[in-house]
């Protein structure tokens, strides 16, 4: 789901709480057409935009109003075109007990490397994780280390370490669920998030 807002005058808080500009907050759809739903709030009014193309200003909650998709291009077409990409999402999985990735990842670590080289990007979220076949604690340490072997190549490839935002959650948040012990490749990965 992306939503913009355009804000007319000086505006000294994001809150919007006794603003005295004019906020415009509108709705986009994702590229897949689906929308999501944000809630926009004035003081103790709020209002709820469920629609692509929905529009509503923080003054006047009560009045929404649905734009053509044609509309929001042309007149908000700077800033449109000032909006990052959509997130792309990749998983590198690695081999067991290991900070080296499978050999299937190579190909998905060099997708990334061509999507980070060829387009704008304001961050890059690295977030390693672990099986459940070792002890919590040393999962949590090889999920960093796998997270960091990522951002050593990727840094190796001239990507600026500035734009790398570093995470790991051992054995939290798999992608299949097992008991204790067991091994799962599918749950040893590191997810790599470009915005």
């Known amino acids: 789901m992306k939503i913009f807002i355009v804000m007319i005058g000086v505006v000294t808080t994001l809150l919007l709480s006794g603003c005295a500009s004019k906020v415009e907050v509108i709705l986009l759809p994702q590229a897949d057409g689906k929308v999501g739903k ?32 044609e509309f ?20 590198i999985n690695f081999q067991f007990n290991s900070p080296d990735m499978t050999k299937e990842s190579h190909d998905v670590f060099l997708q990334i490397i061509k999507e980070v080289k060829s387009n704008p990007i304001l961050q890059i979220d690295v977030i390693g994780y672990s099986d459940r076949a070792g002890d919590e604690a040393y999962n949590k340490i090889l999920s960093m280390n796998r997270a960091n072997k990522v951002i050593e190549l990727l840094k190796a490839e001239g990507i600026n370490s500035d734009l790398i935002k570093l995470d790991y959650y051992g054995e939290a948040n798999p992608i299949i669920a097992t008991a204790d012990g067991v091994l799962k490749k599918e749950n040893r990965r590191v997810e790599v998030t470009i915005k």
């Not at 709020?46 to 003054?59: C, S, Y």
């Not at 929001?72 to 998983?91: F, G, I, Q, S």
């Open 38 to 69: 944000v809630s926009v709030a004035e003081g103790a009014n709020e209002t709820l935009l469920d629609q692509a193309w929905q529009k509503v200003e923080t003054k006047n909650l009560g009045t929404k109003e649905i734009l053509t998709k």
């Open 72 to 91: 929001v291009e042309t007149k908000y077409k700077k800033l449109l075109d000032a909006m990052p990409e959509d997130v792309k999402n990749y998983r």
